[in-house]
């Protein structure tokens, strides 16, 4: 079977007891922690920064944390969230006043780098990085909020940089974010993706396990 990962977005947890969620969650079988920072400028919310995830570090969490950035500017944050314990760090084009030196800036932190693209973002700003990215994040809702409905225009996006990917023979994770639920995993796993993002879908039910355990087996048909 391929390799997915599923990431549960710690934004829908019960962030009164954060370390304890995330616990459950990788219990119940999750691969990686997603981590949404979210400044109130670039986008309309505001939420956790590197103290946060040094917490979770220090709390014993030895998953892989993938930190997902809407902060602009976003250069002043990277090295902070690679002190803390990121594992991956994914960044918008549009916070980045130099995109190749955000992503090597990642890079020497001994981080792996990813690059987000919103609905309406356009892929060329793929087309002179393939070559330096670990992940290409999808967002499949516009950012900012968990519990939006899935895009569904993302899977012909999916389809597009899969293609990219498959083409380039890069190592690259193409990661959706958005919207991801028990339902709709299937096709987004048909359209090219291999890492899910799913927030509210996971922690909005008092059940993880039994979530997580339906999702991979919509992803092993
Ligand atoms: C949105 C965040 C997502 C969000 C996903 O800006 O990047 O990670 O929390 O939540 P759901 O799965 O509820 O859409
Ligand atoms: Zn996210």
Known sequence: ???????????????????????????????????????NHYVPNLTIGPMVCQALRDHGVTAPIDVHLMVKPVDRIIPDFAKAGASIITFHPETSEHIDRSIQLIKDHGCQAGLV????????????????????LLMSVNPGFGGQ???????????????????????????VDGGVNVNNIGEIAAAGADMFVAGSAIFNQPDYKAVIDEMRGELAK
């Open 117 to 136: 693209f919103n609905p309406a973002t356009p892929l060329h700003y793929l087309d002179y990085v393939m070559d330096k990215l670990d992940v290409i």
């Open 149 to 175: 409905s899935f895009i569904p225009g993302t899977l012909d996006k999916l389809r597009q940089v899969r293609a990219k990917i498959d083409a380039s023979g890069y190592d690259i994770r193409l990661e």
């Open 1 to 39: 079977m391929k390799d997915f990962l599923i990431a549960p977005s710690i934004l829908s947890a019960n962030f009164a007891r954060l370390g304890e969620e995330v616990d459950n969650v990788l219990a119940a079988g999750a691969d990686v922690v997603h981590f949404d920072v979210m400044d």
